[in-house]
């Protein structure tokens, strides 16, 4: 169900999964571009805001909780979430986020144009577009001395992030 107290344990979904089009998790070769649609892709109900302070551990197994954003979507919306997440903290750790994809995927494997689809929602500048949209929303003629700050730390951690995408998605860098 909806609101912040809906839960609902791993092994439940909050509606069925439409699959058409996944298979298993297969890199592209160089010079290679999988044929992908959002038609043809898996779409799911994605929690929408897939972050470890709302997985919770009971005694019964582990839950998930506050469903306000779930959406229809590609599951790799949610694995971006988490990853995105929780790679800022970790300086974008390569062998981390490699260790949490092959995790994933022995649970449910990422097809090629998944695959594809969440490197570039990960090499999508969010932080950089966050930082300059509160800016220029906000009238100001400069920028303040703390956005500042913010804006050299998100370009120094898009070196790290970058680092991170063509090690990981060595496959489909090439891609971009």
Sequence with gaps: GEGSGSAVSAGESPGSAVSAGEGPGSAVSAGESPRCTAAVETVAFCHGDYQYHNILQG?????LVNFEKYMRDNPVRDVYLLLRKLLEKENWSVSLGAELLEAYEKERPISA????????????????????????????????????????????????????????????????
Excluded: M, T
Excluded at 59 to 63: A, M, P, R, V, Y
Excluded at 147 to 176: C, G, M, P, T, Y
């Design 59 to 63: 005694s019964s197994g582990w839950f």
């Design 113 to 176: 144009c998944s695959r594809i689809d969440l490197y570039y929602r990960l090499a999508y500048p969010e932080k950089f577009w966050k930082i300059a949209n509160f800016y220029y929303n906000s009238g100001k003629a400069w920028i303040p001395g703390k956005n500042q700050e913010k804006l050299e730390r998100v370009i120094a951690q898009e070196q790290e992030k970058q680092h991170f995408l063509d090690e990981v998605f060595r496959d489909i860098s090439h891609l971009r």
